[in-house]
């Protein structure tokens, strides 16, 4: 029931840009619900990458970014690195979902290939 | 720093209940600036948002729709952890389940290791 769409995958050679898009609606990003980003390495829990649409916790190197508008955002990584191969996530909120009140959303994940 | 530790069995047979508890460390579950959630992985339903209990001026939940009949989470305040009740699972509830505290402002930070949970008789 992913309402946030993601590109399946993205690939760039070490040192490239990439970036990764989420397209939503007016009842998610368009209503002006924050993004966040989430990265998972294989066999473990999804991590924190980017707050707020822009914010990067401590720790998260400066190479990744995030930003959006509208009904759509986006997360680049500048500078890929071969760490930098594994699945990314979005997440909002959609204010349609759950009758009364909304519902805490994820895209459809994108697979990060350095080639 | 933040920590959540999860335990609870792997395999339910179907019909049955899910139970799951989440242990908190470096928090309290009674904070008034978190949520507590849990969210589910499959490769099917991919990453999907399940529920929440949080104290504010009373403790209340939220429920994803697509489960509202069926699931209960709840604070242990003397144990400082929470849980997740799934009733009348089937296979489809197969899935890894996490743990997660979720800021006031929506996202979140930090995830349990994850349980997979295999709903099969």
């Known amino acids: 029931q992913s309402v946030l769409t993601q590109p399946p995958s993205v690939s760039g050679a070490p040192g490239q840009r990439v970036t990764i898009s989420c397209t939503g609606s007016?009842?998610?990003?368009?209503?002006?619900?924050?993004v966040h980003w989430y990265q998972q390495l294989p066999g473990t829990a999804p991590k924190l990458l980017i707050y707020?649409?822009?914010n990067r916790p401590s720790g998260v190197p400066d190479r990744f970014s995030g930003s959006k508008s509208g009904t759509s955002a986006s997360l680049a990584i500048t500078g890929l690195q071969p760490e930098d191969e594994t699945d990314y996530y979005c997440?909002?909120?959609?204010?349609?979902?759950?009758?009364?009140?909304?519902?805490?959303?994820f895209g459809t994940g994108t697979k990060v290939t350095v080639l | 720093q933040v920590q959540l530790q999860q335990s609870g069995p792997g395999l339910v047979k179907p019909s049955q209940t899910l139970s799951l508890t989440c242990a908190i460390s470096?928090?309290?579950?009674?904070?008034?600036?978190?949520?507590w959630n849990w969210i589910r992985q499959s490769p099917s339903r991919g990453l999907e948002w399940l529920g929440r209990?949080?104290?504010?001026?009373?403790?209340?939940?939220d429920y994803a729709v697509s489960v509202k009949s069926r699931i209960t989470v709840k604070p242990d305040t003397s144990k400082n952890q929470f849980s997740l009740q799934l009733n009348s699972v089937t296979p489809e509830d197969t899935a890894v389940y996490y743990c997660?505290?979720?800021?006031?402002?929506?996202?979140?930070?930090?995830w349990g290791p994850g349980t997979l949970v295999t709903v099969s008789s």
């Open positions: 707020g649409n822009t």
């Open positions: 997440q909002s909120y959609d204010n349609t979902l759950s009758g009364s009140y909304g519902s805490y959303v």
């Open positions: 007016n009842s998610n990003l368009g209503a002006g619900y924050d």
């Open positions: 997660a505290r979720q800021d006031i402002k929506g996202w979140f930070d930090p």
């Open positions: 209990t949080y104290l504010r001026s009373k403790w209340d939940n």
């Open positions: 470096g928090d309290s579950v009674s904070s008034n600036s978190a949520s």
